[in-house]
């Protein structure tokens, strides 16, 4: 029994190059072809829209994240005022990026409610992976996830947030005194079923 060879795929016939003029080597048939689409498009009205974030009512202008999206990040206060963070590490522990810096110092005496409070907190967005671990581990509710998604910075330090820019932006978003929206079995962005309730 003879091997057989297989049938040797047929190969196109290769195309002769041709050669360029000394018009086309200066590229300027293709230059003035460019100008030419420039111009024609340069007096039409534009139909892009300016996506500013002025105008809230419409989508085309401002986009509304649906529920359960992380962004910046916040930190929250009691009702005393004070920052609920008790510097457990708990938050920088979970962190997979290894963003989150605290440094602990004990609590004034006026504050009965706890040993420790942080007197360093700062978060690297630049590191930070949004993924939401930090909010999870909080066992008292202290830091979160705003739906905020669109500042932008000039520097790389505007991007490293402490204890103060933190604390001021969850007053700005009106979350200080916000409750942790997560479900208990990790579905981000669920609204909590009412006790009793069947499943």
């Not at 609920?84 to 963003?99: N, Q, R, S, W």
């Not at 008292?140 to 933190?166: F, G, Q, W």
Request: aromatic share 10%; hydrophobic share 30%.
């Amino acid at each position: 029994m003879t091997a057989q060879t297989p049938n040797p795929t047929p190969q196109s016939p290769r195309k002769e190059q041709r050669t360029l003029t000394w018009a086309e080597r200066l590229y300027l048939p293709e230059v003035l072809r460019g100008l030419r689409n420039t111009w024609r498009h340069l007096f039409r009205k534009p139909f892009t829209i300016d996506y500013d974030g002025t105008e809230r009512a419409s989508p085309l202008k401002y986009h509304t994240p649906r529920p359960g999206y992380r962004g910046e990040h916040y930190l929250k206060k009691d009702e005393d005022g004070h920052v609920k963070c008790v510097a457990c590490f708990m938050c920088a522990a979970a962190c997979p990026a290894e963003c989150i810096h605290i440094e602990a110092a004990p609590t004034p005496p006026d504050w009965k409610d706890r040993e420790r409070y942080p007197v360093r907190f700062e978060i690297d967005l630049l590191r930070c992976i949004y993924c939401g671990y930090c909010e999870e581990a909080c066992p008292v509710d202290a830091i979160a996830l705003s739906p905020t998604y669109n500042l932008c910075s000039v520097t790389r330090e505007e991007k490293i947030y402490n204890c103060e820019k933190l604390l001021a932006d969850g007053e700005r978003y009106g979350l200080s005194l916000s409750t942790h929206r997560y479900r208990p079995d990790g579905v981000p962005g669920a609204t909590p079923a009412a006790q009793g309730s069947a499943h």
